[in-house]
């Protein structure tokens, strides 16, 4: 058990790490392969498929087993890490992306449907914790080792992608000792037009958050088209899980309050906490000058405080059986996070930032990998997979939407802010491209962006204030020790 426990930690690690090395990275992805307009397409599309494959790999779970699903979304990974490393344009790059974000949704449903097979559910309290320290770790390691990379001669950016394979490589061959558990056989057979259904209104309420008002103009047609496309996608969606005999997100688990409030809370969680990991990395170099490497250091307090944070909730969880205290608390100071960082400004003091990032931290570290614990728990055995899958597609989902809205918001910020006849793609970079910019310009740039990341988290208040009501709602079932 604990060569398959450090092997799941592992490949939730790299799974996670994904995300947060990649913020780090972009002004100087930017800078070589396009402008900061398609930036935001580098952190969605991974984020993306992500989302999308997040529930058909948790439903296939529930079919097969979670080992040898988990060891081919390693697999799959692996494969789009590489594809990303070596790709030369930014058309490949974004390819690479969508691949590894796919395998990283494999990754993070898997990993708790394998654990959550091995082990009760008091128990798993435990082990939620330290999976929330490796999520944690990601997030340090992310930004630091990102920053690292990106500066250290003859790496470079690259091995933001190729820099995971051997540790996603080394997860497999421990995943691999599992023992493979197969369920009973299916209620029927595999859902193909509800995954379908699934993944065009999902991914298509993300592009049309990433793209309008970019690509093309809010009131247009393509808006339009895409729009009914996803209500359309949505509402056939719904009908179709009604009368399926196995259907990818059963409609009747959302029966139950404690599933359809985890994965509520969960993705407004998702969207606060993913624009804070996305956006504050490129608010210190971009704004505050700093280059990858300090970054990467500068966001420790908020990645130390989650992952001490998800450590304490989960022995805490193991030891009392109970859960419900983490999450309000975790949401309270979720939204206390928020409020601190709405008045951003070039020139704030460093000790308010690191406060606030703190508070944003223990936030998330006491809400995030409990909400995955509270929706297994809502459900039976032969649901585990399914119902932590779907937690966890609705923290993806909100970060991914909250990432191509927030996106949106700081483009038009910019537009808005700058010159007329100025690109932002043009003027955003690396912060030495910011610095050799006119003097007058660069503080332009500067307080345009600043003005349009505090508007960022100005919005996630009530999105955060929404998940604390929501979790507040949830009735509190005990966890036992055979369940």
């Not at 001669?153 to 690259?158: D, E, F, I, M, Q």
């Not at 504050?280 to 280059?291: A, E, F, I, S």
């Amino acid at each position: 058990m604990p060569a398959v426990l450090s092997g799941a930690l592992a490949a939730l690690f790299v799974g996670s790490l994904t995300n947060t090395i990649v913020g780090i990275a972009l002004p100087t992805i930017a800078g070589e392969l396009g402008g900061q307009d398609q930036v935001a397409w580098v952190a969605s599309a991974a984020l993306l498929t992500m989302t999308v494959a997040t529930p058909l790999w948790g439903k296939a779970a529930d079919r097969r087993g979670p080992r040898d699903l988990l060891l081919a979304a390693l697999g799959v990974f692996v494969a789009g890490s590489l594809l990303a490393g070596c790709a030369p344009t930014m058309g490949l790059l974004l390819a690479g992306r969508a691949v590894q974000g796919a395998g990283a949704g494999g990754i993070l449903a898997l990993t708790n449907a394998l654990v959550a097979g091995l082990v009760p559910a008091r128990e798993r309290g435990l082990y939620t914790g330290w999976f929330g320290v490796s999520f944690g770790t990601a997030s340090v390691a992310g930004p630091l080792v990102g920053g690292l990379l990106v500066g250290a001669p003859g790496l470079g950016w690259r091995w933001c992608f190729l820099g995971v394979i051997p540790v996603a490589l080394a997860a497999a061959a421990l995943v691999r000792l599992a023992p493979d558990r197969v369920p009973a056989a299916p209620r029927g057979g595999v859902d193909v037009l509800g995954g379908a259904l699934l993944t065009a209104g999902a991914s298509g309420a993300v592009v049309l958050l990433s793209a309008s008002g970019r690509a093309w103009p809010w009131p247009s047609w393509p808006t339009a088209a895409l729009t009914a496309t996803v209500l359309a996608a949505t509402v056939a969606g719904v009908l179709h899980e009604r009368r399926a005999a196995d259907p990818i997100l059963p409609p009747r688990l959302f029966r139950r309050r404690g599933l359809t409030v985890a994965c509520a809370t969960s993705f407004l969680v998702g969207a606060v906490m993913f624009g804070g990991v996305i956006y504050l990395p490129q608010y210190l170099q971009v704004v505050r000058g700093h280059d990858a490497t300090a970054a990467g250091l500068l966001m420790l307090p908020q990645v130390g405080t989650m992952i001490a944070a998800s450590a304490v909730s989960g022995r805490l969880i193991s030891r009392t059986g109970r859960w419900k205290v983490f999450p309000v608390v975790g949401c309270a100071l979720v939204t206390a996070g928020a409020v601190l960082l709405s008045p951003l400004a070039p020139d704030t003091p460093w000790w308010w930032l690191a406060g606030a990032m703190a508070v944003l931290g223990v936030g998330t570290g006491l809400t995030q990998q409990v909400l995955v614990l509270v929706a297994q728990n809502a459900v039976g055995p032969a649901d585990v997979g399914t119902a932590g899958a779907a937690a966890t597609f609705s923290r993806t989902l909100g970060g991914a939407v909250g990432v191509a809205a927030f996106g949106a918001m700081l483009s038009a910020r910019l537009r808005a802010g700058l010159p007329p006849d100025q690109d932002p793609g043009e003027l955003l970079g690396t912060p030495e491209k910011v610095a050799a910019l006119p003097a007058h310009l660069a503080d332009t740039v500067r307080a345009s962006y600043t003005a349009g990341l505090s508007s960022v988290f100005l919005l996630t208040v009530p999105l955060a204030v929404a998940a604390l009501v929501a979790v507040l709602l949830v009735r509190e079932t005990p966890l036992g020790r055979r369940d």
